[in-house]
């Protein structure tokens, strides 16, 4: 799909509006206000002007009068003002906190190959980045460049009201300074852009080290890794400086276009002030004036640039929510699952134009069935478990679960009748009952308790206090792998689902957890349908059947005695396994 640069702008645009809208009487009222804030900003320097000259004439009474006054609008000013902003504010991240649960959601709900084709770090950045800068524009950007504008050309118009020939000498100013700042400005942000990229690349340097330091280590890496960060961190340094450069000589820059601004004032008011066509008060008044827009004009052309990068986000962000891999809503419900399996002639491949990974499979499982699947590394097991947990789509053929289409049966139906334990374990920093329990209210701790005395993990995790509030730290790096696997186990057990689905890794695992693993899966095994890619020599042999797979296709089925007799692939893979060693003894992992 093709579209224009401005349709997308659209697309951003239309996205900033509706995500504002709930909070429209907030920014109605902030805006109603703004012209407020100005009229009294603008009032100042007229007032010092209308003091000086009460002075000029020894009016005392006056003088105070007005000093009073000048006091009165900067505090009302800034009431006003301090209000306007927290509206806005206010407004502006409820909406992006909006924005950012709607693209959470939005992603939380794709299919699993959506996550294939993206890297995880461009999904993070379009929630946490992205938003932030659209934050920025939310909050500030937009509303506070409608104030800067009307700022400036409230304060020329006054000036001009005061006094116009004064003003038009001024406003030649104007096309200069625009014109340094803008080529600055410039400079500037290329460096910035520059500077984030360094930033970004030193950060992930510093991640890959300390995330992978064993590694690191290991392979004594040290050394080159250090020099790598150096350079880096170089790099950063030398664009960073030369930034601050560039900044400093902006600023000198500025300061002296105000000052020759000022002088400027000054030398144009020396006839009128002499023909007494103005007063002292007015060029007073002007200094002031001319001095109040600097600031606006010198940050508009920042602003701007952070409003058009606040909108690219914008639209990376429609983008992201426009595109969508969503899972069609499936109702049909599977109540009382009886755990019968068939694959109908399913063939697969992971995208449009890769290979198939999976070749006419057929295959028909009973009802409390223990099936067993080995095969060579890419054969496909995995991929059959993909299937199954509709994490994929078979590219022909069906899946049948108890007699239903797989795609059509409701959600919440599916994740409960099946129990996934997959390769990799995945534990949150909570509680050992939050870890099982995974937030599902109508889990008991009761329940809890049970599944963790039954399945042996008492036995294997000690605390001084209740097991059930063990702490688990992030990634569950304070447990074994043995005691992590059993976790995963508990999380199915409690559910109790009618079917199992296990995709073993136990080659980490050491013996002793090794046999309290066995009973632990033994025990969840009893009365549910199985379908276990499987390693451990013990699961192989207990299966009801075996199936071979190779290059994605069943190669043979039967039971352990059936398939070494038929002297196939499997028989030739049990011989190896006899062949290669002790490590081998008790897994089959160099199947
Ligand atoms: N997410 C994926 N995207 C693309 N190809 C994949 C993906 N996962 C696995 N594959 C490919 O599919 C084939 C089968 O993989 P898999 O089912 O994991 O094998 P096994 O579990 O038998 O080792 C392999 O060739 C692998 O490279
Ligand atoms: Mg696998």
């Known amino acids: 799909m093709t579209s224009s640069p401005e349709q997308k702008n659209m697309h951003g645009l239309r996205l900033f509006l509706r995500a504002l809208r709930p909070y429209r009487k907030a920014i109605f009222i902030a805006l109603f206000l703004l012209p407020f804030g100005l009229a009294l900003q603008l009032l100042q320097p007229y007032l010092l002007k209308v003091a000086l000259d009460a002075g000029i004439e020894k009016d005392s009474d006056l003088m105070l009068y007005i000093a009073l006054l000048l006091v009165g609008t900067v505090f009302v000013q800034y009431g006003i003002e301090s209000v306007h902003s927290y509206l806005l504010q206010k407004a502006g991240h409820q909406a992006l906190t909006d924005v950012r649960s709607q693209i959470f959601r939005h992603i939380m709900a794709q299919r699993t190959g959506f996550f294939d084709r993206r890297p ?109 960060y150096e350079t880096l961190t170089e790099n950063y340094y030398g664009l960073y400086y030369r930034f601050n450069i560039a900044d400093a000589t902006l600023f000198a820059i500025m300061e002296s276009l105000a000052a020759i601004t000022i002088g400027a004032i000054l030398y144009f008011s020396t006839q009128p002030i002499i023909s007494g066509a103005i007063t002292i008060g007015l060029v007073v008044a002007f200094v002031d004036y001319a001095q109040r827009t600097f600031r606006p004009i010198k940050e508009m052309s920042g602003k701007l640039a952070g409003l058009q990068s606040g ?11 426009g595109y969508s891999e969503t899972m069609p809503i499936a109702e049909e419900p599977w109540t009382n699952p009886k755990g019968a399996l068939h694959f109908e002639n399913v063939s697969f491949r992971y995208g449009e134009t890769s290979p198939l990974v999976l070749r006419d499979v057929d295959l ?181 059947r075996i199936v071979v797979m190779c290059d994605g296709q069943i190669e043979e089925t039967g039971t352990h005695r059936d398939l070494v007799q038929q002297n196939g692939l499997y028989a030739t893979l049990w011989e190896q396994r006899f062949d290669s060693g002790a490590p081998h003894k008790e897994s089959l992992d160099s199947l």
């Open 311 to 321: 909108f690219a986000a914008l639209d990376r962000m429609a983008g992201s929510l």
């Open 364 to 544: 028909q499982i009973q009802p409390g069935e223990m099936i067993a699947v080995v095969g060579p590394t890419g054969s496909g097991k995995t991929t059959l478990v993909n299937l199954l947990t509709r994490h994929y789509k078979a590219t022909s053929g069906r899946v049948l679960l108890d007699g239903l289409l797989i795609d059509g049966i409701d959600d919440t139906d599916l994740r409960e009748g099946l129990g996934v334990i997959r390769q990799d374990v995945f534990l949150f920093e909570g509680t050992l009952y939050e870890n099982i329990a995974l937030g599902h209210a109508d889990i008991s701790r009761e329940r809890v308790e049970q599944a963790v005395i039954e399945l042996g993990l008492n036995t294997l995790l000690k605390t001084d206090g209740n097991l059930l509030d063990h702490q688990i730290e992030e990634g569950g790096r304070n447990l074994s792998a043995g005691e992590a696997q059993l976790i995963t186990l508990a999380r199915v057990f409690v559910r109790n689902p009618s079917i199992v689905l296990l995709d073993e890794a136990t080659a980490r695992i050491d013996s002793v957890t090794e046999s309290v693993l066995a009973t632990a899966l033994d025990r969840l095994k009893r009365g549910r349908t199985v379908v276990a890619v499987a390693h451990r020599l013990s699961t192989v042999q207990s299966a009801d």
């Open 120 to 228: 995880v770090g461009s999904l993070l950045s379009r929630v946490t980045s992205d938003t932030e800068a659209v934050g920025q524009t939310f909050a500030l950007g937009l509303v506070s460049i409608l104030g800067d504008f009307l700022l400036v050309v409230g304060t020329l118009v006054t000036m001009f009201v005061l006094h116009a020939k004064i003003t038009a000498y001024l406003l030649l100013l104007g096309p200069m300074i625009y014109i340094v700042v803008r080529i600055f400005k410039r400079l500037l942000r290329s460096y910035a852009d520059r500077i984030r990229k360094a930033v970004a690349r030193v950060n992930s340097t510093l991640e890959e080290n300390i995330t992978g330091f064993k590694i690191v280590r290991l392979h004594r890496r040290e050394a080159t890794s250090r020099r790598e």
